[in-house]
């Protein structure tokens, strides 16, 4: 699909199927995710997109019954074959409730870099500059990198968690629905910085927002009861769906 | 008037009531009960020991004569055995609930010694005591010595050890083990920088607590073979000891009156370092426990 365009995959999906137990989550997933866009994952509670992101970064074997088959390829490399650790550096994922550390904002952004055997107070205090100023949070917390995480409103703490992962200096950036325990205006905040990022990572992020998908998307997956049921540039999609079921959810008929 | 299922009936309504303020009169006194029975042990031991308790009774060993009787050998006997316990019943019990809570797979055999570990917070420690006489004294002769009742100790204490570490370690939201792995974090990276940060004032909390349980123990020592009467200082984990509880005993069953103050002189010193380490752990449970 989208042969036009010259974009490389980041990640190609081939014939993935997933299972928790003897439930079948995903069903014969497969997708190329284009580099630096953002790609928006689409569908009604239950059908899957949250269990696909979390395949991405490998998150998902946290859960002891899960099975998969089927290959997923992050730049040419079977994710399998890779080392979580490294995967998970290159990859960096921001999730549905902000959840910073208890520990200070500095101590915050700096635990990733940290836990790759940064030491530098030098190197340290740039990547927090860095990284607070890339999350767009930096004028605000630039007075008090030393008070605790937890002072901050919830926009500011999604920010946080955003500023956290790109402390890693990751390639890829996965959201799990990063705006649903937010207000508008944080959201809006959170929107607007998505637009940002996509210039340097590529972004997948899943939504229960259809505005929000076409506000913020390139191109928009949307997963039916574990199945890809369409997958085309966001605009394409909203305007003309292929698929009676795309347009029956997108029109609001269910989900 | 409209036919309503529910009126206000005056009667009832007064007899509920009535009804009330009886229940309310039984947890009082209930509470009450409670209190006053402690505040009179507390006065009673105060009143009869504090004429004993001088710097005096703090710094002299165990004698035959009421009035140059002291407690020093008991506190620098619990001092000591303290000093076996905390550390091996720390290092074993967090040990263990990191691995019974991080690493274990969740199966019926850990799920068969987690019930186990409830089990044994609830053994008599007459058993404990058993158990230290047969392995420590006796198996691998220890004799009846410090050390043989710093490890019985432990045993005693490790369970409630365990099952504390192990709430405080359930308690961190799955939230906060996400953020970390998320950005490439090994499980040990993790629980050194998120579990045991967040862990720690509970682990405290809850190893203050059994320590003075500890303290005050007195069964499992007895069991082991503490002394009663000692006046020297132990200067080894060798030696023979005795403990403060233990000593209270002694002198309380002696048939002079007067051992009866001094065991009473004895209870106040024990019951203020029992006060002490609560309310430390009351300190610690509020100024770090985290919110998330």
């Known amino acids: 699909m989208n042969k036009e365009e010259n974009k490389q995959s980041v990640y190609s999906v081939k014939d993935f199927n997933l299972w928790y137990g003897e439930t079948h989550a995903l069903k014969d997933i497969s997708i190329e995710i284009p580099e630096k866009e953002v790609v928006a994952i689409i569908g009604p509670s239950g059908c899957g997109k949250s269990t696909f992101i979390k395949t991405l970064n490998r998150m998902v074997e946290l859960v002891p019954s899960v099975k998969t088959k089927g290959s997923i390829n992050y730049e040419g490399k079977d994710i399998k074959k890779t080392k979580v650790e490294s995967l998970r550096t290159e990859v960096g994922m921001v999730f549905q409730k902000p959840n910073p550390f208890p520990k200070s904002i500095y101590d915050n952004i700096a635990y990733g870099p940290r836990i790759h055997g940064i030491k530098d107070k030098k190197t340290l205090d740039e990547v927090v500059e860095k990284s607070l100023k890339g999350a767009a949070l930096w004028e605000e917390v630039k007075d008090r990198l030393n008070e605790n995480a937890f002072g901050l409103s919830g926009g500011q703490q999604q920010r946080l968690c955003i500023a956290r992962a790109l402390a890693v200096e990751p390639e890829v950036i996965l959201m799990d629905e990063p705006t649903s325990a937010l207000d508008p205006l944080s959201t809006a905040k959170v929107e607007d910085l998505i637009h940002e990022l996509k210039k340097n990572y590529s972004i997948i992020i899943v939504t229960h927002n259809m505005q929000q998908a076409a506000r913020i998307s390139d191109k928009t997956a949307f997963f039916l009861d574990g199945e890809i049921i369409e997958f085309d540039a966001t605009e394409k999609m909203y305007s003309n769906p292929r698929d009676k079921r795309t347009d029956d959810y997108i029109s609001g008929k269910f989900g | ?292």
């Open chain 2, 1 to 292: 008037m409209k036919n309503k299922v529910v009126v206000a009936n005056e009667k009832q309504i007064s007899k509920r009531i009535t009804r009330n303020k009886l229940a309310k009169g039984l947890f009082l006194a209930a509470t009450l009960f409670g209190m006053i029975v402690l505040a009179t042990l507390i006065v009673r031991i105060v009143t009869q020991g504090i004429g004993y308790l001088d710097f005096g009774f703090l710094t002299s060993y165990a004698s035959r004569r009421p009035e140059d009787a002291g407690i020093k050998a008991a506190i620098l006997g619990t001092v000591w055995i303290m000093s076996i316990t905390i550390p091996v019943s720390l290092i074993l019990g967090v040990g263990t609930s990191i691995y019974l809570e991080e690493y274990a797979p969740k199966n019926k055999f850990t799920r068969f010694i987690e019930l186990n570990l409830a089990n044994l917070a609830g053994v008599p420690s007459v058993v404990f005591g058993l158990l230290g006489l047969t392995v420590f004294v006796r198996l691998l002769e220890m004799g009846r010595s410090i050390l043989a009742g710093g490890l019985t100790m432990s045993l005693l204490i490790l369970p409630v050890i365990v099952v504390a570490s192990k709430e405080a370690i359930r308690s961190i939201p799955q939230e906060q083990y996400e953020a970390a792995y998320a950005m490439g974090a090994t499980k040990w990276q993790i629980i050194r920088t998120v579990v045991l940060p967040a862990a720690t004032p509970g682990i405290l909390t809850g190893a203050i607590l059994s320590l003075s349980r500890g303290v005050g123990e007195t069964a499992s020592l007895l069991m082991i073979g503490a002394m009663t009467f000692i006046a020297y200082t132990p200067t080894g984990v060798l030696d023979g000891f005795t403990v403060l509880p233990i000593q209270i005993f002694s002198w309380a069953s002696r048939p002079q009156v007067e051992f009866q103050a001094v065991a009473a002189a004895g209870s106040i010193v024990l019951l203020i370092i029992l006060i002490v380490m609560n309310s430390l752990a009351i300190v610690i449970r509020n100024k770090y426990s985290k919110r998330y």
